[in-house]
């Protein structure tokens, strides 16, 4: 028998769909990933998500979220999707050689930070460069750092470095922020925080496996030079995960999954699609979670559509 409904993912979106969707006695099965959770898991606090006055750890709210679509009978595979094949019913889900089917689909695989694509980059991510503040600053205590970046995960994650490092500089190819105005205010009356505006890094250099410098650019004046840093922290957006779905569903000219909003019906009836993975604009937890509770009430009526 076909599964009634997949979930693939496991961020805010997935989980809440699977909550929906067990609570609607739907049994789903969560292909959860192997680095599961999403991307709350690369912060510290929360502090937008109602219902929580005085913030909740990234980590403790998704356990929270795991558990609570657990206890009303979600199933959990934590293993990567492989392929899927959505061109026939019931649709295939496979994760390496264990192959799935499902009289329904619901893909919330999120978005993954972009990185900057240049020399240096690849080598000495993990060892000087990372995507992610909350699981590297803890590296740079006593250090100084650049975090490349004008939104508010730039801000957000300087902010967070200026616990353990000395100094951070937020190197930004503009002279103005696009974070918000409670992000960049904080910022400015954080000491340890300084900004090298209009100016992009060319280059990471390193030595010993770790990050000794950059070279940038100022994109005004083209002049180089080098900047002295012992780790560069990247935090310019991010990309959504849709690879798997490549001439399967209908994407934008980004890469976002198209969906018919405010429902979330995909190119092919029976798969739906929620979260970061469709959004590119307000990409919040509870903006996801809200999708996901959407995608497994869209999933329900199409079932309960589907001749027995
Ligand atoms: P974002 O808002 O898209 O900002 C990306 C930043 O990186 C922009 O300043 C952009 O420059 C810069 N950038 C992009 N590509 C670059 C490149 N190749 N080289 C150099 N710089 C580059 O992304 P985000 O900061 O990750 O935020 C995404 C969404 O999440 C936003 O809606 C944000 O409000 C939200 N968010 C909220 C919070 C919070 O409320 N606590 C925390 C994090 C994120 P330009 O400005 O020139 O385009």
Redesign the pocket.
Known sequence: MPEKVIVIGSGPAGLTAALYAARANLKPLVIEGTAPYGQLML?TDV??YPGFPDGILGPELMESFRKQAERFGSRFLTADTTRVDFSRTPFVVEVGDERHEADSVIVSTGATA?M??IPGERELLGRGVSTCATCDGFFFRGRELVV?????????EAIFLTKFATKVTII???DS????KI?QDRAHANEKITFLWDT??EEVGGGDGAVTGLKVRNVKTDEVSDFRTDGLFI????DPNTQLFKGQLDLDDNGYIIVGHPKTETSVSGVFACGDVVDH????AITAAGTGCAAAIDAEKYLEALPH
């Open positions: 912060t502090e937008n972009r900057l694509d490349v970046g004008g939104g508010d995960s730039a801000v957000e930004h190819r503009r922020l696009r974070a918000s992000m992009v890094v935090a310019i957006g991010h604009i307000y990409r919040q």
